[in-house]
């Protein structure tokens, strides 16, 4: 078995690349993003598109298969033109066309697509989870950006969730701060291989 | 529960591993704090004509990331520190509550130096 010593002179370096990688995308949060979905252009995830997701109950949010009309609401969802009217949604939904398409890849697509969204808290969007107080999380995360920053609540609702998330985090790093604590920080990728590190040294991994 | 660390490392580094009851855990924002007491002496008149320092404890704080669901070392929980400029046993006496963010736990400690 090797000992704990060896194994961190084997992860220090790993940690170090991981801390390099989490400060980088923090950074490019702020930074436009493009990916493509079933070879369809779409952009960042804003906190409305996904609550307008979550609200039409669309399965590819929680790395569930969907139809393919699923797959219309959602590129129309997160395409650039979209907005309320019904009949330019039709108009954008009927002109689709897919040269490849297999449900099965484009749910794994679209679930790639909203983790890297959720990136900077972890692995997993874990859309039911809570706060201790009982609210939902973009509520919570909405009131915590408005009454600090003072922004409208409806340009926070345009915030693509990646920023949303890496200004709460440094936002709850700089009040712990000024109160006198030291703050908990999270970095996806160090805390994974520290993770990973434990559960080799403790033998479960 | 004993806590004692493992390896040649230098603490007051960012991470490092620490072992816990034959368990280990990632220990990270390790900070050290000599503290220490001025006693001033005045003359009649209120004015300040002498002090002296006097050492007082070695406190120190880090967060721990928690394996799975473990739970936190308590308060009260002493572990010793083998190398480094900051060697010797250590109490904890401040333990946070636990934080989570996706699939990782955290708490934050204070400890300070065993006496004798």
Excluded at chain 1, 9 to 38: C, I, M, N, Q, V
Excluded at chain 1, 76 to 93: M, N, Q, R
Excluded at chain 1, 120 to 136: A, C, F, Q, R, Y
Aim: negative net charge; charged residues 25%; proline residues 3%.
């Amino acid at each position: 078995m090797v000992s704990t010593s060896a194994l961190w002179s084997e992860y220090e370096e790993k940690l170090k690349e991981a801390h390099a990688r989490d400060r980088l995308g923090e950074a490019e949060s702020f930074l436009p993003s493009r990916w493509t979905l079933a070879g369809h252009d779409v952009g960042a995830l804003s906190i409305r598109k996904y609550l307008i997701l979550e609200h039409i109950k669309s399965p590819f949010i929680d790395g569930g298969e969907g139809s393919l009309d699923d797959l219309k609401n959602l590129l129309w969802i997160l395409s650039e033109s979209f907005c309320e009217d019904p009949e330019k949604a039709k108009a954008y939904k009927d002109k689709l066309t897919f040269k490849r398409l297999s449900i099965e890849e484009f749910s794994l697509e679209a679930y790639d697509y909203v983790k890297w969204n959720f990136r900077i808290i972890g692995k997993e969007p874990k859309t039911d989870e809570k706060v201790e107080s009982g609210l939902h999380w973009i509520v919570t995360a909405i009131d915590m950006i408005a009454s600090q920053y003072g922004w409208a609540y409806k340009d926070i609702m345009e915030m693509p969730i990646r920023v949303a998330m890496v200004l709460s985090n440094a936002m709850l790093r700089r009040l712990a701060m000024q109160s006198g604590q030291k703050p908990i920080m999270f970095s996806p990728e160090a805390d994974e291989v520290k993770a990973e590190f434990m559960r080799r040294a403790n033998g479960n991994g | 529960m004993a806590v004692t660390q493992d390896g040649t490392h230098k603490f007051g580094i960012e991470y490092s591993p620490i072992t816990i009851d034959a368990k280990t855990y990632i220990a990270e924002a390790l900070s050290f704090n000599k503290t220490a007491s001025r006693v001033d002496i005045d003359d009649s008149n209120g004015e300040p004509v002498g002090s002296t320092i006097i050492p007082g404890r070695i406190e120190g704080s880090a967060t721990i990331q928690l394996e799975g669901t473990d739970t936190a070392p308590a308060v009260g929980d002493s572990f010793n520190l083998a190398s480094g400029e900051y060697t010797g046993d250590y109490i904890i006496q401040d333990v946070s509550e636990t934080q989570s963010q996706g699939d990782y736990s955290k708490v934050s400690i204070n400890f300070y130096k065993q006496l004798n």
